[in-house]
């Protein structure tokens, strides 16, 4: 196995899936946009989906994403390791260079253009920070993704969402002042709502799903919040009916996690955690948060090693 097999789009070496309920302990705002701009004061509905015949409010994956994305870029660089913001012109793509002074987008458009994919993902793992490999940048699909929030339960069944409205006044951050009939209405979602989140990850080593578990550990004590508001009390959120789920395709079906990088990553043996079922590896509730403390072990260790090396 090579260090970079598990960056390969067209090998399945693992599948993973984590899934359970973000239900908020705090109101919820997740808009179309961004927090109410000083211009546009309009009254801000929380997005919603048609689901059979009503509208449901919901968090979209992308959303989920995101805060992930950001969380984890704040460990990354904590632990002292690269991480790009992942934006355009700032992300490795653009700004790495290789091959004397080549892109490094352009470099591996070229490799695979070449017939020379290997090598493409070869360049990728040396050049790219752990964030473009877990989350993918413009020119590399990520490896996880995740699933559009809706408050149903386990049957497809509306579990009831209840909102509110709370009337805001606009302040010009630049000046302090309150803008002339500033006065905005905001809805959104009353704590104790139930979003079903599913999060699915493709060829992960063990310690990138330790440090996907981390974010959601955060989440579920309130520090990482989700949609907007959140200095002004909102988006705290917890995460109930947890389930793990994992297999690997590199061996025979055990519950040992094996170690997908190596030199990088570290077995996991789950036998006191988990279960065989259906070919996968599975935990459920209590047992799936410490299948997720074991995973996150191995970030740690990941950590320690990488910045020894
Ligand atoms: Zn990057």
């Not at 790219?128 to 497809?156: Q, R, T, W």
């Not at 006191?272 to 070919?279: H, N, T």
Request: glycine residues 10%.
């Amino acid at each position: 196995m090579n260090k970079w097999d598990w960056l390969s789009h067209s090998i399945m070496l693992r599948e993973t899936m984590i899934d359970g309920y973000i239900v908020n302990v705090e109101p919820l705002r997740v808009g179309a946009g961004r927090e109410p701009p000083l211009e546009a004061l309009a009254d801000l509905a929380v997005l919603r989906i048609r689901y059979g015949d009503v509208d449901l409010p919901y968090i979209p994956g992308s959303s989920l994403k995101g805060v992930f994305r950001s969380y984890a870029t704040l460990l990354v660089r904590h632990s002292g390791l690269k991480a790009c913001t992942g934006l355009s012109k700032e992300a490795c793509g653009d700004v790495e260079k290789v091959d004397g002074n080549k892109k490094l987008n352009d470099y591996i458009d070229y490799l695979m253009r070449s017939g020379r994919g290997k090598d493409a993902l070869k360049t990728f793992y040396e050049k790219a920070c752990l964030m473009c490999k877990i989350f993918g940048s413009a020119h590399y699909m990520s490896k996880v993704s995740f699933s559009d929030a809706y408050p149903i339960d386990e049957n497809g069944g509306v579990i009831d969402v209840k909102t509110g409205v709370r009337t805001g006044i606009a302040i010009d951050r630049r000046t302090g002042a309150v803008q002339p009939g500033a006065l905005y209405k905001v809805e959104f979602v009353e704590p104790g709502a139930r979003f079903k989140f599913s999060i699915h990850c493709k060829n992960l080593p063990n310690y990138a799903l330790g440090m996907l578990s981390l974010v959601l550990r955060r989440m579920n004590e309130g520090l990482v919040k989700v949609g907007g508001f959140k200095s002004r009390g909102f988006g705290a959120v917890k995460v109930e009916g947890l389930r793990f789920r994992s297999r690997d395709f590199v061996k025979e079906q055990s519950l040992v996690m094996v170690a997908l990088e190596p030199e990088s990553d570290f077995e996991v043996d789950l036998s006191d955690l988990a279960e065989i079922k259906d070919g996968w590896i599975v935990a459920k509730g209590d047992r799936a948060w410490k299948v997720l403390d074991k995973l996150i072990g191995t970030w740690d260790r990941f950590v320690k090693s990488a910045k020894k090396s």
